[in-house]
Nanobody
Framework: EVQLVESGGGLVQAGGSLRLSCAAS????????IGWFRQVPGKERERVSC????????YYADSVKGRFTISTDNAKNTVSLQMNSLKPEDTADYYC???????????????WGQGTQVTVSS
């Protein structure tokens, strides 16, 4: 059984940083695509960043490029999202997801964590 558990959300002032972590069990990163998504109530879910285990390639949404960094720790089976220079518009519920696909930005994500809330105050 695949399980994904996020942690690291919280309240931060604009310009600050947070690091989200996703502890994965039941899957190995080499065989999956792993993504971070975010959603604000009433709005569509947005793919923030993702990682392809097959070739190590990464993807970032334009809105976070240069500010967010996705990384993996295979020994701990965790995926992290380092978020710097946070803006109020980054406020959302953030979800870790695992799935399949040649390119992670086009992957089909079947497994989802419960989410962690990020609030950026102005």
């Amino acid at each position: 059984e695949v399980q994904l558990v996020e942690s690291g959300g919280g309240l931060v002032q604009a310009g600050g940083s947070l690091r989200l972590s996703c502890a994965a069990s039941g899957l190995t990163f080499d065989d999956y695509v792993i993504g971070w998504f975010r959603q604000v109530p009433g709005k569509e879910r947005e793919r923030v960043s993702c990682f392809s285990g097959r070739d190590g390639s990464t993807y970032y949404a334009d809105s976070v490029k240069g500010r967010f960094t996705i990384s993996t720790d295979n020994a701990k089976n965790t995926v992290s999202l380092q978020m710097n220079s946070l803006k109020p518009e980054d406020t959302a519920d953030y979800y870790c997801a695992g799935g399949y696909g040649r390119f992670c930005q086009f992957g089909v994500y079947d497994y989802w964590g419960q989410g962690t809330q990020v609030t950026v105050s102005s």
